[in-house]
T-cell receptor, first 116, second 112 residues
Framework: DGGITQSPKYLFRKEGQNVTLSCEQNLNHDAMYWYRQDPGQGLRLIYYSQIVNDFQKGDIAEGYSVSREKKESFPLTVTSAQKNPTAFYLCASSIFVSGIGNYGYTFGSGTRLTVV | SQQGEEDPQALSIQEGENATMNCSYK?????LQWYRQNSGRGLVHLILIRSNEREKHSGRLRVTLDTSKKSSSLLITASRAADTASYFC????????????FGKGTMLLVSP
């Protein structure tokens, strides 16, 4: 089945540590995205990538980094510079259809990151 | 960046009743999309309505779009307990390539 897989489901980070969240898709989608979700704040865009080896900052990129070395993979690193990393992180992918725009995003099931 | 704002923030109804959620946005769009999120899970795409469309149906879902008022509504008819979830609207900007911008969502509780 085609889909998007995030791992791990739960992740605990100590103060000062970097952690990497995995996101893999087998949908052959060109675009991939990372969102952060906090209670009552909806989804906020961290980074996105339209093609391999290229990515752009979203609204809240500070303290995060990404890479896009393969079409299927878009890992997110939460660095120690991110002061409030506890949140639910969602990865998504999509296709862009001329005349329609961004077609429906496919989301992974999320990673819940907690600082301990 | 533009943002959809859903209204109400929370909605509680009985099974069999209809549920209506509204979304307002600020700038021109290519399309508007609705998503559903069960607690602790990822979002699931429900329906997309293009800027030149006024109404769209999918099963028990009916979406309307009024670009003059920059607003959309999602109607779920004959609600079931399994419809309990958060519902988000997302707007796709009209200026070239853009990313979806999500609102804060409406939490729907359907009681048996």
């Amino acid at each position: 089945d085609g889909g998007i897989t995030q791992s791990p489901k739960y992740l605990f980070r100590k103060e000062g540590q970097n952690v990497t969240l995995s996101c893999e898709q087998n949908l052959n989608h060109d675009a991939m995205y990372w969102y952060r979700q906090d209670p009552g704040q909806g989804l906020r865009l961290i980074y996105y990538s339209q093609i391999v080896n290229d990515f752009q900052k979203g609204d809240i990129a500070e303290g995060y980094s990404v890479s896009r070395e393969k079409k299927e993979s878009f890992p997110l690193t939460v660095t120690s510079a991110q002061k409030n990393p506890t949140a639910f992180y969602l990865c998504a992918s999509s296709i862009f259809v001329s005349g329609i725009g961004n077609y429906g995003y496919t989301f992974g099931s999320g990673t819940r990151l907690t600082v301990v | 960046s533009q943002q959809g704002e859903e209204d109400p923030q929370a909605l509680s109804i009985q099974e069999g009743e209809n549920a209506t959620m509204n979304c307002s946005y600020k700038t021109s769009i290519n399309n508007l999309q609705w998503y559903r999120q069960n607690s602790g899970r990822g979002l699931v795409h429900l329906i997309l309505i293009r800027s030149n469309e006024r109404e769209k149906h999918s099963g028990r879902l009916r979406v309307t779009l009024d670009t003059s008022k920059k607003s959309s509504s999602l109607l779920i008819t004959a609600s079931r307990a399994a419809d309990t979830a958060s519902y988000f609207c997302a707007t796709d900007g009209a200026a070239g390539y853009s990313t979806l911008t999500f609102g804060k969502g409406t939490m729907l509780l359907v009681s048996p």
